[in-house]
């Protein structure tokens, strides 16, 4: 990434202004997003404070973009957009990845000959690699992926 990371917002204040945007106020942003309206004001002052501009123009006890916070907020909605779009796409392609493997001599007595059963060069037998995430130990899942019970 060339730039810097410092210069970078964190997505919850972007997120925050693109709803505040979309809603008309911090009150109803707050709202949609399950936050206390305190967390939405501080994650838009942290936002102009890092950005170094005014975003916003506060009268009394409202909000209104300015110009500059109008612009960035469409830029922000078209990046947020992308970026759940990308995460779908990602989602949606996911595939089980499948690893080389050489069976060991007392698993390929157990496994049928159309798996691995002979010894074949490692890039020739593959097994699915799924990962659980609900796994204690390696050992459960190996026994829980072979149907064994402990």
Same mark, same amino acid.
């Given at each position: ?30 709202? !949609?997003?399950?936050? =206390? ?21 506060? !009268? ?35 595939? #089980? ?15 049928? !000959?159309?798996?691995?059963?002979? #010894? ?12 659980? =995430?609900?796994?204690?130990? #390696? ?12």
């Amino acid at each position: 990434m060339s730039i810097p990371r410092r210069f970078l917002p964190s997505i919850s204040s972007l997120v925050a202004l693109e709803a505040v945007d979309r809603l008309g106020s911090a009150v109803a942003a707050a709202q !949609d997003l399950s936050l =206390t309206h305190s967390a939405v004001s501080r994650q838009l002052k942290v936002l102009e404070e890092q950005i170094g501009v005014p975003l916003f123009r506060r !009268d009394g006890k409202g909000l209104a973009l300015t110009p500059a916070g109008a612009g960035y907020a469409r830029a922000v909605r078209g990046v947020l957009e992308d970026l759940g779009q990308a995460s779908l796409r990602l989602r949606r392609s996911r595939r #089980p990845q499948r690893l080389p493997s050489m069976p060991t001599a007392p698993t390929m007595a157990r496994m049928p !000959d159309t798996a691995c059963g002979r #010894p074949k060069p490692a890039s020739a037998c593959s097994a699915p690699l799924r990962i659980a =995430t609900t796994m204690v130990s #390696p050992i459960r899942a190996s026994v829980k992926r072979r149907g064994w019970k402990l």
